[in-house]
């Protein structure tokens, strides 16, 4: 070191002002009175993304040693335990929703009990009505309810569990009467109607049992948002009118019929490719975004908990001799054959800890079989590009690719007739990889469409008003065709 240099960093040292040494036993002491939170990812992190997040607050993420504002050099954070922070636990649908209702409604041969996530919109606001798509729950769009509410905090979301999924149950009656069928009627043959007749009609009576519970004098201003499967639901609600001059636009996420229809020959496949089964809920949120089915940790973690149930567990009374004692009626149903256990506090009450029926060692698997689903494939697709065009209202098309356009769609967005949005960095499920970009660009969409009539965003370097443009505050966009 120069004379210099010596001479100017004495001078900085003799500036700054002296501090004590710290008494013994102080370096690996805890603060107790700062504690900082561990951040949480992104809304609209992928799995590539979140892994640079980690990387950046991995000091918070890994519990790595850092020095601390107090001084306290090595202190942990707070609250630091090996194994304590558990990134991949569920998270409850009260974070992002406000209120679930269970709907009840009678048709002459069943009772359905229609399952929906709300949050009231405020006066004047839109209520966006969300259908996710097959195999999938409500859950799908919680994390971009909440972030349409963040764009627009009077909005108001209406999302739905359809019947065979989530929390909405199907019980069948006797025809003409709210008795249920005995077991002898049942036929195991019997399939649950999943076609898009049934589901459109669903949806419409959701919205109108919401408004009848909410005690709206009158439906507010909707948007419907409907994912795969749901694309073709609320685009069939929008073309059959089932909510009347209600609606003011729709929108639809990653689905269109070329490409849906072509994918359905190796659906199978990859259902098969699928785990049966999952030793806990947490393992899997972890299968899901591990393999990038859902590419942000935060959805998945509250939407995956609703796509999973407990595996049902049947006793063969042949199989394990069961010497403990039980009540008179347990000991007659176990002896009369295969019985399935209804509840997990029951298995406590009659096997010992060390039985593989506790629930501790007990499995999850997929409560929708969308191997059953699979006679109502093709028509949930079929037509869905002209429906699409020629249904009243505002148009948006979500994709995550544009070789996602089949020939009728790419003509029809030549010609103005619907907003294209491409987000390329999304797979399939886009409200769920990119949660808040999917809300900016819903919120948008309905204000461009409030009054009624779809005025698609300006195309880079027009300036001037020529014909078929309707003038927009100070710049020229293009007027499309309801």
């Not at 419409?204 to 909707?222: F, S």
Request: glycine letters at 8%; a negative charge.
């Amino acid at each position: 070191m120069s004379d210099l240099q010596r001479s100017f960093a004495k001078a900085k040292l003799a500036g700054l002002p002296f501090n004590p040494p710290l008494p013994p036993g102080t370096l690996l002491e805890e603060d107790e009175d700062e504690e900082e939170p561990i951040p949480e990812p992104s809304p609209d992190d992928d799995s590539s993304s979140a892994s640079s997040a980690s990387s950046a607050s991995s000091t918070a993420s890994t519990g790595t040693i850092r020095p601390s504002p107090s001084k306290h050099l090595f202190v942990r954070p707070k609250g630091y335990e090996t194994g304590r922070h558990k990134p991949l636990d569920p998270l409850p649908w009260s974070d992002f929703f406000s209120q679930e209702f269970y709907l009840e409604r009678f048709t002459p041969n069943a009772k359905l009990t229609h399952h929906v996530y709300l949050t009231p919109p405020g006066p004047k606001a839109p209520l966006f009505v969300t259908h996710h798509g097959a195999g999938s729950s409500g859950l799908s769009f919680a994390v971009c309810a909440s972030e349409i509410r963040k764009a627009l905090p009077e909005a108001g979301i209406l999302s739905l569990d359809a019947r065979g999924h989530g929390e909405t149950t199907y019980q069948r009656l006797k025809h003409g009467t709210h008795k249920p069928l005995e077991n002898e009627d049942l036929k195991a043959d019997w399939v649950l109607d999943l076609s898009l007749e049934v589901l459109s009609e669903d949806m419409a009576m959701v919205v109108r049992l919401t408004q009848a519970k909410m005690g709206w004098v009158e439906l507010p201003g909707i948007i419907l948002v409907g994912h795969s499967l749901g694309g073709a639901v609320v685009v069939d609600v929008a073309k059959e009118g089932k909510l009347g001059n209600a609606v003011l636009g729709f929108a639809v996420l990653d689905v269109v019929e070329g490409s849906a229809i072509d994918a359905l020959a190796s659906m199978e496949t990859y259902l098969s490719s699928r785990p049966t089964t999952f030793p806990s809920i947490s393992a899997g949120i972890e299968w899901h975004t591990r393999t990038r089915t859902i590419r942000n940790p935060l959805s998945a973690r509250v939407s995956v908990p609703s796509l999973l149930c407990p595996t049902p567990i049947t006793i063969s009374p042949t199989a394990t001799p069961l010497t403990r004692s039980f009540s008179p009626t347990m000991t007659s149903t176990l002896s009369s054959g295969s019985t399935t256990l209804p509840s997990d506090e029951l298995i406590t009450t009659l096997f010992p800890s060390t039985s593989p029926l506790q629930p501790s060692r007990r499995t999850w698997t997929w409560r929708t079989n969308l191997t059953t689903t699979s006679p109502f494939w093709h028509s949930w697709f079929l037509d869905l590009s002209s429906k699409f065009l020629s249904a009243k209202g505002g148009k948006l098309l979500l994709l995550a690719g544009t070789d996602r356009l089949d020939k009728e769609l790419m003509i029809g967005q030549m010609q103005g007739k619907y907003q294209l949005q491409v987000f390329p960095d999304a797979g399939h499920f886009i409200q769920e990889d990119l949660p808040a970009k999917t809300a900016g660009v819903l919120v948008d969409f309905w204000r461009r469409n409030e009054g009624g009539v779809l005025v698609l965003p300006r195309k880079v370097g027009e300036g001037a008003v020529i014909g078929g443009l309707k003038k927009v505050g100070n710049g020229a966009e293009r007027q499309a065709s309801s």
